[in-house]
């Protein structure tokens, strides 16, 4: 029940526990995930079979909202692996279904890049058979973003990606000039705006609380004006979201005829 042949590395989540994965075992023999302390201390959260997918040998990467995405290798509603998301406790829901066509097939690991968004690579299938790096979000709308040739620009990436500044970086193991893989680099497209929606204002210690949404690293303005007439309206302040939900605390001082709102620059 245990599970058995862990091949990825572990990965250690906010609560302080590791968590990784099994190729093989648990209670269908088609792979675990399991928590483990540092000291030992060891729990089989979830068992895979052919219907969520099976064989899962990428690393899991915790996201910004606190669950663990990974990948399988098989199984899904076509046989060519899945997307999957796993709570601390166990919790697990099956996010997509890889079909073997454009979207690729055998996903690698998982990462989550300032945008919110998961990028991984697929080390096949594709619109030339040789595989795709793709977007998906945390709610399972995938994106291919590249399919590749296996020409010049390799093909078969097979190492997972790493993010900086902006782009993804990754390898593949086929193709370049001398037909021995090539190191590749592609922009992260930037996250779609979320419509800006305030809640109901609460009044605390003297101050207008309003709170609304935000996307991860989204550019907020939230601008004030005495007289909505005019259009006249002047800088309050502004911030970058964290994906969470945001605070605006405006202090009851303020001119009682005073509008607020916020959009994204």
């Not at 606190?66 to 796993?86: I, K, M």
């Not at 945008?115 to 795709?132: E, I, P, V």
């Not at 800006?196 to 690293?217: D, H, K, M, R, Y």
Request: charged share 5%; no cysteine.
């Amino acid at each position: 029940m245990t599970g058995y042949n862990p091949s990825s590395a572990l990965v250690q989540a906010s609560d302080g526990y590791l968590y990784g994965a099994t190729l093989y075992g648990g209670t269908y023999g088609d792979g675990t995930i399991f928590r483990i302390s540092t000291n030992g201390a060891f729990t089989s959260l979830y068992s895979f079979n052919s219907a969520t997918g099976y064989y899962p040998s990428a690393a899991l990467v915790q996201a910004s909202d606190g669950y663990l995405y990974g990948t399988t290798q098989n199984g899904g509603a076509y046989g060519d692996g899945t997307v999957f998301r796993v709570s601390t406790s166990g919790a697990f829901n099956w996010l997509y279904s890889f079909s073997g066509g454009n979207d690729g097939l055998r996903a690698s690991a998982l990462i989550q890049a300032g945008n919110g968004a998961l990028y991984g690579t697929t080390s096949g299938g594709g619109f030339d058979g040789f595989g795709t790096v793709f977007q998906i979000t945390t709610n399972g709308a995938l994106t291919t973003l590249y399919s590749f040739s296996g020409g010049s620009d390799g093909g078969d990436p097979n190492g997972g990606l790493t993010s900086f500044n902006g782009s993804l970086y990754g390898v593949t193991q086929v193709g370049g000039a001398n037909g021995n893989g090539v190191v590749f680099q592609i922009l992260i497209p930037p996250a779609p705006a979320q419509a800006v929606t305030l809640g109901a204002a609460l009044l605390s210690e003297g101050n207008l609380i309003l709170s609304f949404p935000t996307t991860v690293s989204q550019s907020y303005t939230v601008r004030q004006t005495t007289n909505l007439a005019t259009g006249n309206w002047v800088l309050y302040t502004n911030f970058s979201g964290s994906g969470l939900p945001f605070q605006l605390v405006i202090p009851v001082t303020i001119a009682p005829a005073t509008f607020f709102r916020v959009t994204e620059p």
